[in-house]
């Protein structure tokens, strides 16, 4: 079992690795609103992760009804992602005297990055395809113990949140060097291409 156990943190791991929408949004928060507001940001995912890795373990992908609400899904992420996007280049634009201080964002922002993270995640129909894959991949390995499907989901939130946290951690440690002026420029670089990628998401869904 401890083997299945690896190979799910590794599969985390990986499938958390690159950055994307998610990814990005976590390292502007860390900069932006603190260690605590980018790690709720990233466990956001891996729940999201969990919850898909859970559902196929439990069989529920075998019923098709998570695909066939793929379009849906892939459009709500893509405005989801959009929105963000445009919250961020708006933010460029505010006057610097309304920038609260980090530690005063911080606590209110924590449920909402979480929030905004998990619906990222899980409206993305693709992940559950690769959940079905990995499941499908134990072969003799998920015969031999009635729960190494869930012991494998354990694992892949465990790898993914391993990964988000050392994305945080090391977006953290740069905080320190980086200048109000530089986060700022931060907001609409992240927001342009936030935007960007979250209408081309929502164009391919319709």
């Known amino acids: 079992m401890i083997e299945i156990l690896l190979k ?3 599969v985390g791991f990986a499938v958390a690795a690159p950055v994307g929408p998610i990814g990005l949004l976590c390292i502007r928060r860390t900069l932006k609103e603190g260690r605590a507001s980018g790690l ?3 466990l956001g995912a891996a729940t999201a992760d969990g919850i ?3 559902m196929v373990a439990a069989g529920f992908a075998a019923t098709g009804l998570m695909i ?3 379009q849906p899904m892939q459009l709500f992420g893509g405005l989801l992602i959009a929105c963000l996007g445009l919250l961020s280049v708006r933010a460029f634009f505010k006057a610097k005297s309304d920038t609260k201080p980090a530690d005063a964002k ?3 922002s924590i449920v ?3 929030a905004t993270t998990f ?3 899980i409206s993305n129909p693709m992940t559950i395809l690769a959940f079905v894959a990995l499941v499908a991949g134990l072969g003799s390995a998920a015969a031999s113990h009635a729960y190494a499907a869930y012991i494998l989901v354990f694992g892949v939130f465990a790898g993914s949140a391993l990964w988000w946290l050392i994305l945080v951690t090391a977006a953290s440690l740069a905080r320190s060097r980086i200048t109000p002026q530089t986060t700022r420029w931060l907001d609409l670089t992240s927001g342009t291409v936030l935007l960007i990628w979250g209408a081309w998401i929502a164009w391919s869904a319709l």
Do not use: K
Request: hydrophobic share 45%.
């Open 8 to 10: 799910g943190i590794g």
């Open 40 to 42: 709720a940001s990233g």
């Open 52 to 54: 898909y890795g859970f």
């Open 68 to 70: 066939s609400y793929a």
């Open 106 to 108: 911080e606590a209110g």
């Open 112 to 114: 909402s990055a979480f």
């Open 119 to 121: 619906a990222l995640t």
